[in-house]
């Protein structure tokens, strides 16, 4: 990538391209989408993409960053208000993370697009996965450390497997499918959650 400017003006174009750019890429898919379009759509000279970014799976990874916050894994919060309810919680965490996805859905099938012919890209979209399952990781085993999750199970083993069906999940019937009722997902993921790591409710 590029050197982020540093100017306020620079700072503007570079928000600009990207907007454009989901904008774009949302509507044509990845390998249709051109620069110039992009552009146009950002209102600036086509030269002055590369002033701000090397290639289109640049600025890809670009609007992926700045979406990041949206665009959550399931992820499981930590501390007291788990380990007191940890049901709630992964229920929380997983319809947080239905609805992010379904707002950015069109976005997501782009990026599995992109994953499919671009090994960079690919190796890109899993560490920032395993940030997640990471995270996921920690929390289950805070949970066997209250006595409260399969003590046997491997934490990492185990939030790369519930990460990933409930990733799985929302690509099948949020993206692909698109029509699921977010209830229904929640209700059926956070079942299996709960029963892969041994927890009742209290």
Not at 29 to 56: M, N, P, Q
Request: proline fraction near 2%.
């Amino acid at each position: 990538m590029t050197s982020r400017p540093l100017t306020a003006r620079g700072e503007r174009t570079r928000a600009a391209l990207i907007v454009a750019a989901r904008t774009v890429f949302e509507r044509d898919g990845f390998a249709d989408a051109r620069l110039a379009d992009i552009t146009v759509e950002a209102g600036c000279a086509t030269g002055s993409f590369y002033t701000y970014f090397d290639s289109k799976e640049d600025i890809l990874d670009a609007v992926l960053t700045a979406a990041q916050e949206e665009i959550l894994h399931p992820g499981m919060v930590h501390g007291e208000a788990h380990t007191d309810d940890p049901i709630a919680a992964i229920e929380s965490a997983n319809r947080a993370y239905f609805e992010a996805y379904r707002r950015n859905a069109k976005l997501m099938m782009v990026r599995e697009q992109v994953a499919g012919i671009s090994p960079e890209f690919r190796q890109k979209r899993f560490e920032r996965g395993q940030v997640f399952v990471e995270r996921n990781a920690r929390g289950i085993r805070e949970l066997q450390h209250a006595g409260l999750a399969d003590a046997e199970l491997d934490p990492l083993r185990a939030a790369r497997a519930l990460s990933g069906m409930v990733s799985r999940m929302a690509y099948q019937s949020l993206g692909v499918g698109g029509g699921d009722d977010i209830d229904d997902l929640v209700s059926t993921a956070t079942r299996l959650w709960a029963n892969a790591l041994g927890l009742t409710r209290k």
